[in-house]
């Protein structure tokens, strides 16, 4: 059965650090694609980062480039978003997906996802 469980969210200052975590079960790490995407409130859900293929590629939304680090650990099975000098704006409900392709194409694009965790909150204080 494939789940993805996000945890890792918490409040945090401007210019803080949070680390995400996204627990993969059913599935080991590398063997999908898996994406982190947000949705903060009255907005709809937006792409952030993506780790490919037995995670030999990795991108990221240009407002989150520079700042966020997407990796995945083999041994733990966990896909993990590493967020630093954050801002009031990357306040939202952070999801984990599993892309249900191999291929990237398509990537940033949420009915190209098959299985969703069910968020965790990230909010940054001014």
């Known amino acids: 059965q494939v789940q993805l469980l996000e945890s890792g969210g918490g409040l945090v200052q401007t210019g803080g650090s949070l680390k995400l975590s996204c627990a993969l079960s059913?599935?080991?790490?590398?063997?999908?694609?898996v994406s982190w995407f947000r949705q903060a409130p009255g907005k709809e859900r937006e792409f952030v980062s993506f780790i490919g293929f037995r995670g030999t590629t990795t991108y990221y939304a240009d407002s989150v480039k520079g700042r966020f680090t997407i990796s995945g650990d083999s041994d733990t099975n966990t896909v993990y978003l590493q967020m630093n000098s954050l801002k009031p704006e990357d306040t939202a409900n952070y999801f984990c997906?599993?892309?249900?392709?191999?291929?990237?194409?398509?990537?940033?694009?949420?009915?190209?996802?098959?299985?969703w965790g069910q968020g965790t909150q990230v909010t940054v204080s001014s």
């Open positions: 997906a599993r892309k249900e392709s191999v291929l990237a194409t398509g990537s940033t694009r949420e009915y190209n996802y098959d299985y």
């Open positions: 059913g599935f080991p790490f590398g063997e999908y694609p």
